[in-house]
């Protein structure tokens, strides 16, 4: 390590100390907390596009293999999904009778 001419070796000692210090949140309430809901926002989103994916995926078999029940659309049939309608749970039974693999929406933790 060089030294600049205008520290000295106590300075250079106080810097490392300071440096090696034990880690302190010193971050105020609001500021932790802003980013817990950062964090739960991304998180919710990341799961969204998740099942978002799985029920696209399900959707695309059960218009090929039942098109005469299927929902007009994807997003209906996410609709549907979310909402967990009477339609729906016909939909699912049927799919499932036709080998067609449903998950329920995935909560979890990440």
């Known amino acids: ?5 205008n520290k000295s070796l106590n300075e250079i000692d106080e ?4 440096s090696n210090r034990p880690f302190v949140d010193d971050r105020e309430d609001e500021e932790i907390e802003r980013y817990n809901r950062i964090l739960a926002k991304n998180k919710q989103d ?6 978002k994916e799985q029920a ?9 293999n039942l098109p005469d029940i299927a929902p ?6 996410l609709k549907m999904k979310k909402s967990n309608s009477a339609n729906f749970q016909k939909l699912k039974e049927k799919a499932i009778s036709a080998g067609i693999e449903i998950k329920d929406f995935d909560n979890s933790e990440v």
Not at 46 to 51: A, E, L, M
């Open 1 to 5: 390590m060089r030294l600049s001419p």
């Open 15 to 18: 810097l490392i100390e300071y």
């Open 46 to 51: 990341y799961i969204d596009g998740i099942n």
């Open 56 to 64: 696209g995926a399900e959707y695309e078999q059960i218009l090929a």
């Open 72 to 77: 007009k659309s994807q997003g209906g049939y």
